[in-house]
């Protein structure tokens, strides 16, 4: 009897095509995870820089009839990080020392509690002819109220009128028969009563540099015994920076 039973059809399991399109898929995936981590990490590196850089690039910054060159990590905002003229610029540095960001230092720069070990400055074209030392005698001297109380490493301390515009305030000042002593102002908080308070976080000054510059820096009240020194650094870094 003839065999009738057709004959089965032996055909590969995985055709070349559908083959072709697993490695495809395959290869996105693979593309897509590797553009993931390169990304995280590009994203990673800047979230841990938060804005800061340790790259050392000169910019020439002009303000005013002033021309000052500073590298790019002592520049604080990445906006200003270019050469030409700007109406002012932010800088810090760590203190001691006046440097910029580095890998080294970036637990000092990132810290969100504290600014221990940083001054932050400020320059800008001058708008007043005198600075905060000159205003001490003409001007921060009669707002002063009370008796000073003797602060630290040569400094007294008197507390300013709140209705003369300087509300919680205390300005520290060299002890010293100079009309023009070291003057800082430093935020205060109230603890309680009118004669019980502690100062807060941040005290301020404002010199006066180059042909017209004012630098107003800022650093933590934990500094000020070191007020003298900070002053000299303050002054020597930045009119080094000064283009003659």
């Given at each position: 009897?003839?065999?009738?039973?057709p004959?089965?059809?032996?055909?590969?399991?995985?055709?070349?095509?559908?083959?072709?399109?697993?490695?495809?898929?395959?290869?996105?995936?693979?593309?897509?995870?590797?553009?993931?981590?390169?990304?995280?990490?590009?994203?990673?590196?800047?979230?841990?820089?938060?804005?800061?850089?340790?790259?050392?690039?000169?910019?020439e910054?002009?303000?005013?009839?002033?021309?000052?060159?500073?590298?790019?990590?002592?520049?604080?905002?990445?906006?200003?990080?270019?050469?030409?003229?700007?109406?002012?610029?932010?800088?810090?540095?760590?203190?001691?020392?006046?440097?910029?960001?580095?890998?080294?230092?970036?637990?000092?720069?990132n810290?969100?509690?504290?600014?221990?070990?940083?001054?932050?400055?400020?320059?800008?074209?001058?708008?007043?002819?005198?600075?905060?030392?000159?205003?001490?005698?003409?001007?921060?001297?009669?707002l002063?109220?009370?008796?000073?109380?003797?602060?630290?490493?040569?400094?007294d301390?008197?507390?300013?009128?709140?209705?003369?515009?300087?509300?919680?305030?205390?300005?520290?000042?060299?002890?010293?028969n100079?009309?023009?002593?070291?003057?800082?102002?430093?935020?205060?908080?109230?603890?309680?009563?009118?004669?019980?308070?502690?100062?807060?976080?941040?005290?301020?000054?404002?010199?006066?540099?180059?042909?017209?510059?004012?630098?107003?820096?800022?650093?933590?009240?934990?500094?000020?015994?070191?007020?003298?020194?900070?002053?000299?650094?303050?002054?020597?870094?930045?009119?080094?920076?000064?283009?003659k």
């Amino acid at each position: 009897m003839p065999d009738t039973t057709p004959a089965l059809e032996h055909a590969p399991l995985l055709s070349p095509r559908f083959v072709w399109k697993i490695t495809a898929v395959v290869a996105a995936l693979c593309i897509v995870t590797l553009a993931i981590a390169l990304t995280g990490r590009m994203i990673g590196k800047t979230i841990s820089h938060a804005g800061n850089t340790a790259d050392t690039t000169l910019h020439e910054i002009v303000i005013g009839n002033d021309v000052l060159s500073l590298p790019a990590n002592v520049i604080r905002f990445e906006s200003q990080r270019v050469s030409g003229v700007q109406n002012a610029v932010d800088t810090y540095f760590s203190w001691p020392g006046m440097n910029g960001y580095s890998e080294a230092s970036r637990d000092i720069f990132n810290r969100t509690r504290s600014a221990d070990g940083l001054i932050f400055a400020r320059i800008a074209q001058a708008t007043m002819s005198r600075d905060m030392s000159g205003r001490y005698t003409p001007i921060y001297k009669r707002l002063t109220d009370g008796p000073p109380v003797a602060g630290p490493n040569g400094l007294d301390s008197f507390r300013l009128r709140s209705g003369a515009g300087y509300a919680n305030e205390l300005i520290y000042v060299e002890r010293t028969n100079s009309t023009r002593p070291y003057a800082i102002r430093c935020l205060v908080e109230e603890s309680g009563s009118e004669a019980d308070f502690n100062t807060r976080t941040g005290c301020q000054r404002d010199i006066s540099i180059g042909q017209d510059l004012s630098v107003t820096y800022r650093f933590s009240i934990d500094l000020l015994p070191q007020w003298r020194e900070i002053e000299r650094d303050v002054r020597d870094r930045l009119e080094a920076a000064l283009i003659k």
